[in-house]
């Protein structure tokens, strides 16, 4: 993975073949090594948690390793038995329900992060007045992610729907699996713009680009929980983990990432 990052700054194009790469990498196979605290986490926090991981390793001397994926994907997994220790949703609302079914352990479910949902295109001056742009429906595709399994793509779909352009842009918009998939569509030009994390546009590297903070009056908070799930109560790698991104140095990382926190 490092020889990947020296490549990436090489040039925009292989950047970019290895920022995908590296997106997909991390996705599908950090997850699968041997560590103190196995972590499911939801996609938009993928840069986040690496850094974190780092951090936690140094702090405490213990390893974490991270699945990433959408949040209704990764509760699925959980509900069929995955073997994870924690779980570290865009949402509150799959937090609540494991720890209402017994799968999570009564009161360690907290907010972690609250996130914030951005009109996001790598390319500069896409567009002006947001809303009229949107309005005007005059590009090819728009990218969002699933509402029904992506916590962000839900905000999306509140800020369009009271916006009143869902009905009117549905021929133009593309689904990602995951807010990771989203905005690939948007990095790829598959989409002209995406309803992305702040986040996600922190750690893009490339100079320019248009982003549009959406009005957090217009979706309901992306308030993310984190809750230690019933089969690693015992472990106390996976509680040290949790206390860790309570800690002011885990909080100071994840504020760095653009995340906020509830009053």
């Known amino acids: 993975m490092k020889n990947a990052l020296t490549q990436a700054s090489a040039s925009p194009a292989r950047h970019l073949l290895s920022f995908t790469f590296l997106i997909g990498l991390i996705t599908f196979s950090t997850g699968a090594f041997a560590a103190d605290v196995r972590l499911a986490v939801a996609a938009n926090f993928t840069d986040t948690t690496r850094e974190l991981i780092t951090a936690f390793a140094k702090a405490t001397g213990l390893e974490a390793s991270a699945s990433f994926g959408s949040t209704g994907k990764l509760y699925a997994q959980i509900e069929n038995g995955a073997p994870f220790d924690v779980f570290m949703a865009a949402d509150s609302r799959r937090p609540e329900l494991l720890e209402s079914n017994g799968q999570g352990v009564t009161g360690s479910r907290f907010t972690y992060a609250r996130g914030k949902l951005v ?14 742009w949107l309005a005007q429906g005059n ?3 728009l990218a969002i992610a ?23 842009l549905q021929s133009k918009l593309v689904r990602g699996d995951s807010i990771s998939q989203t905005f690939q569509f948007a990095v790829s030009g598959n989409a002209d713009a995406g309803f992305v994390a702040l986040s996600q546009t922190r750690v893009w590297p490339r100079e320019g680009g248009t982003l549009w903070p959406v009005p957090q ?12 799930l019933t089969r690693a109560q015992g472990n106390d790698g996976a509680r040290r983990w949790l206390e860790f991104l309570r800690s002011p140095q885990g909080r100071a990382i994840i504020e760095k990432y653009g995340y906020g926190f509830p009053d």
Do not use: H, M, V
């Not at 009109?119 to 009229?132: D, H, Y």
């Not at 509402?147 to 009905?167: E, M």
């Not at 009056?217 to 929980?225: A, H, M």
């Open 217 to 228: 009056e217009d979706y309901e908070p992306i308030n993310q929980q984190a809750i230690l």
């Open 139 to 141: 590009f090819s595709r």
């Open 119 to 132: 009109l996001w295109s790598p390319k500069s001056g896409a567009f002006a007045e947001a809303k009229e």
């Open 146 to 168: 699933n509402p029904k399994t992506a916590p962000y793509g839900l905000a999306a779909k509140q800020f369009l729907t009271r916006a009143g352009l869902w009905d009117s």
